[in-house]
């Protein structure tokens, strides 16, 4: 099971992000539920580096299964859209697919 961890702070503001595991929905290259979360997930990332004035402090493994997303300024108000508009697209692939994909916040 993949599960994102994602950490608001008082504001509600996203301020990490961690993502674990595979999905284990399909084979490895057939896995549309790991697919899509990772497309989800590192189309965001590439948009908020891209788009904004935001520099995250990132980790991952290189061979896929963790992936943490640490935001340097909670501030920026199109990193924050962008982040929120991530949750939103997890949260329906979380839906779909419940025994595959697990959101936590903390």
Request: hydrophobic share 35%; proline share 1%; with cysteine.
């Amino acid at each position: 099971m993949i599960t994102v961890d994602i950490t608001l702070n008082d504001e509600g503001q996203v301020y990490e992000v961690i993502m674990d595991g595979h999905a284990d929905y399909g084979s490895h290259g057939q896995d549309i539920v790991c697919a899509g979360a990772s497309a989800v997930l590192f189309g965001s990332i590439n948009a908020v580096m891209g788009l904004t004035n935001e520099k995250p402090d990132i980790d991952y493994d290189d061979d896929g299964g963790h992936f943490h997303y640490r935001s340097v300024n909670t501030n920026d108000e199109k990193a924050q859209l962008i982040l929120q508009a991530m949750l939103v697209s997890l949260q329906t692939i979380e839906e779909e697919y419940n025994e595959n994909i697990r959101l936590n916040y903390k």
